[in-house]
């Protein structure tokens, strides 16, 4: 049989499948769905990227806590709106996992294995959908690259039905704010910690020690609550004109607070500040400017016989 023969036969073919499964009311099974974490950005949609907005509007399902579907309700109209957290990250009022620490061995593998049991439970019935062919959307404040609850929820779905759109993050939201890099001020390299990977933790002065070793920049997020204490810390190791800066409601236009000072004063600075939570930690000489020339100046001469390493001038 010839070439040509052969397509046509095939294309007949496929025609005739195509007519039965209409005539015979059996439809093409649907395309497999997608599990979307979407960053927003702080304060709401001017700072979420124009994917971000498109994204949400495909969605056939959003997952987002109460606050941020206050946001984007102009973009959640019509829309089945669901909080995740409200059971899944919460118990008797408090975040479980805050509540590990104070339980007995035998209390906290309960608890675990509870919440744990609940998660899965839910990640079931989002494989489910995703099967169906619908796409469920997770909205995430910031951007959820970095310090992210929703790694935790998706825990069980394969790579290859998910999705993450990045946001524009609590740092760039602040450096923004200050009108500064945060890797200027000669800085060598930034650090980004938590409060919790940081204060109660028994290397905690030598990561304070270690920080003081090469000038860099320190970066805090959910630290508000130890800020005291992780101030009181890298001032034994640091010196005391070492600048330190809190931003407080990043990128919210109503709400956006810069409270500047050095280690030797920024406790006394933010005492009055009631907010425990929405706020950065930002110490290093980067606070006081780029000084691009000056580190320009500082780089190593290299010796008449040495030959340039890759990407150098």
């Known amino acids: 049989m010839m070439i040509k023969e052969k397509l046509l036969l095939m ?9 039965w499964g209409t005539i015979s009311g059996v439809a093409a099974p649907s395309a497999p769905g997608k599990f979307y974490l979407v960053g927003t950005g702080p304060a709401g949609p001017e700072h979420a990227t124009l994917k971000a907005i498109d994204t949400i509007k495909k969605a056939d399902l959003v997952l987002c806590h109460p606050e941020l579907q206050k946001l984007f309700q102009p973009y959640l109209n019509g829309k089945k709106v669901e909080d995740p957290w409200k059971e899944l990250w919460w118990h008797q009022g408090k975040m479980w996992i805050m509540l590990l620490p104070g339980l007995q061995p035998e209390e906290r593998r309960a608890l675990v294995e509870k919440k744990m049991g609940e998660r899965d439970k839910f990640v079931q019935r989002v494989k489910g959908l995703l099967d169906q062919g619908q796409k469920v959307v997770l909205l995430d404040g910031g951007d959820p690259t970095v310090y992210s609850r929703a790694y935790w929820l998706m825990e069980g779905l394969n790579d290859d039905r998910v999705e993450i759109i990045p946001g524009v993050g609590a740092l760039s939201a602040c450096m923004a704010a200050l009108k500064r890099p945060s890797t200027g001020g000669e800085a060598r390299f930034m650090s980004q910690t938590a409060g919790y990977c940081f204060f109660g933790k028994p290397d905690r002065d030598d990561l304070a020690r270690d920080f ?18 992780i101030f009181t810390t890298l001032k034994k190791y640091n010196p005391e004109d070492l ?10 236009p109503d709400k956006e607070k810069i409270v500047k000072g050095t280690l030797k004063n920024i406790r006394e600075k933010i005492a009055a500040q009631k907010e425990e939570f929405m706020g950065l930690i930002i110490v290093g000489r980067c606070l006081d400017g780029a000084r691009f020339p000056r580190s320009v100046l500082n780089l190593p001469e290299r010796s008449s016989g040495e030959k340039p390493s890759k990407g150098q001038p």
């Open 243 to 252: 600048p330190a800066a809190v931003v407080y409601f990043a990128g919210f």
């Open 212 to 229: 003081a070793r090469i000038s860099g920049t320190l970066v805090v997020y959910s630290g508000l609550k130890e800020a005291n204490d």
């Open 11 to 19: 294309f007949l073919t496929g025609c005739l499948c195509l007519a």
